[in-house]
């Protein structure tokens, strides 16, 4: 049976009760879960996911369950190293305390997490291989994905009667909105009925008016993701249709919500996301190159990915705050073996984004292996060189070769421009990975 019409704070709210209650009587639910950086785009896609499909199941000889429950794959205390969530969350009308996090996972035993695999079906969104202890244990029990990443193989074929999309875009909330762009007119038609707005203890005077504007909060809320990720719908190189079809259909929602004088302005609404993201100066170091952070194991070695919204000179000087008693480049060295060595990396990457001293968007890649893994690097070099323009440089405020008095397992560590900036982390970590092959 569908859940009536709510808002979507409501929904997070119902969501998350019931999926402490279904992991207490051991009773089956259906999550929807984004990738492992648990950036917003992740965030708004299995939120959207599960509050259309909640409210409009397939039918109950195919569904699972009738409930589509939301989790965002970091743990409730990382979502303060994200600004921006917090921002976008004043235009939902939500709030961090009504998202369900690992932490609202049963306790890991070091065999599951209290939560029997059989109980589960797992929705992919904004990643196609669910990865990690959850990989280990749940990745048989993958029966649907919408993504916009390299294709890894790790869903079935046959996911009915949920989507089974990969597809290249901007951004992964705009192929969920494509897929349920319909179902959600509908929704928003048959809501507006008499007693919805009541039902719900709103403070709006009748149901099209809480229609509209619970339409227009979750609207805004799928927006700031794909403008985030499109940078406004201008990124060369990645805004597809989809996005702008998307955008525009978000856009006609976010206009019939509006109410007073003030009209609505898609740039002012993007640099407010975008200032937020992008404000991480009272971050330390660690944190700032775990905030949008993701890992992948192979050929016997492990890869992490950091994507940092400031320049490698920035992250060189925060090390240099961080630790005063050392000269900033080995600040910076010592801050990079450390990241490594907490998360048991063979090769680490960061990539950074920022604006050039002239005014235009820039690329940085700095790329560290250890000593069994520093083959890599030239494979890496030569992969790639071309294909994302790099372009060797020795910044004066990184650290670009080994410290000979240094007795760490550092062997190889390179820095390049990335003249391509079309390319981000979705084409650069499939280079990596073939590298390490």
Not at 132 to 161: C, F, M, N, Q
Not at 308 to 333: C, G, N, Q, W, Y
């Amino acid at each position: 049976m569908p859940l009536p019409r709510s808002c979507l704070r409501a929904f997070l709210s119902h969501a998350k009760a019931n999926f402490l209650l279904a992991t207490t009587r051991k009773h089956k639910v259906t999550l929807v879960i984004g990738n492992e950086s648990a950036d917003l785009d992740s965030l708004t896609s299995s939120i959207l996911y599960s509050y259309i499909r909640s409210l409009y199941p397939p039918h109950s000889q195919y569904a699972f369950t009738p409930l589509y429950v939301p989790l965002l794959n970091i743990p409730a205390s990382d979502i303060s190293l994200r600004p921006e969530f917090t921002t976008a969350f004043r235009h939902a009308n939500i709030s961090a305390s009504d998202l369900l996090t690992l932490d609202d996972l049963p306790a890991y035993s070091g065999e599951g997490f209290g939560l029997p695999a059989e109980n589960t079906r797992w929705i992919l969104v904004d990643h196609n291989k669910l990865q990690g202890i959850l990989g280990s244990i749940y990745s048989s029990r993958v029966h649907g994905v919408i993504d916009h990443h390299e294709e890894e193989h790790a869903v079935p074929a046959d996911t009915k009667p949920e989507p089974r999309i990969i597809e290249k875009c901007g951004s992964c909330t705009s192929l969920v909105v494509r897929q349920f762009r319909q179902i959600w007119d509908v929704i928003s038609s048959s809501s507006i009925t008499s007693g919805v707005a009541n039902s719900q203890g709103d403070s709006v005077v009748d149901d099209s008016a809480a229609t509209r504007e619970w339409d227009g909060q979750v609207a805004k809320f799928m927006l700031a993701s794909i403008l985030i990720d499109t940078r406004d719908l201008t990124a060369t190189g990645k805004v597809a249709q989809v996005d702008r079809d998307a955008v525009q259909y978000l856009e006609a929602k976010i206009q019939l919500s509006l109410r007073g004088d003030k009209p609505w302005n898609r740039t002012e609404f993007f640099e407010e996301i975008d200032t937020a993201k992008n404000d991480i100066e009272g971050l330390d170091l660690y944190d700032i190159l775990r905030k949008d952070y993701k890992e992948w194991s192979e050929n016997g070695m492990k890869l992490g990915v950091s994507s940092v919204v400031k320049s490698l000179a920035f992250l060189t000087k925060k090390a240099h705050s961080e630790r005063p008693a050392l000269i900033a480049e080995r600040a910076s060295d010592e801050a990079i073996q450390q990241f490594m060595d907490r998360n048991r990396l063979s090769i680490f990457t960061i990539m950074t984004t920022a604006t050039s001293p002239d005014g235009y968007f820039q690329r940085e890649l700095l790329l560290q292996t250890r000593r069994e893994s520093s083959t890599v690097v030239a494979r890496f070099e030569e992969i790639a060189i071309v294909e994302l323009g790099l372009e060797k440089v020795t910044l004066e405020s990184v650290f670009n070769r080994r410290d000979p008095m240094d007795s760490r397992d550092a062997e190889s560590r390179k820095t390049w421009l990335q003249k391509d900036v079309s390319k981000s982390r979705k084409q650069v970590a499939p280079l990596l990975r073939k590298a390490m092959q």
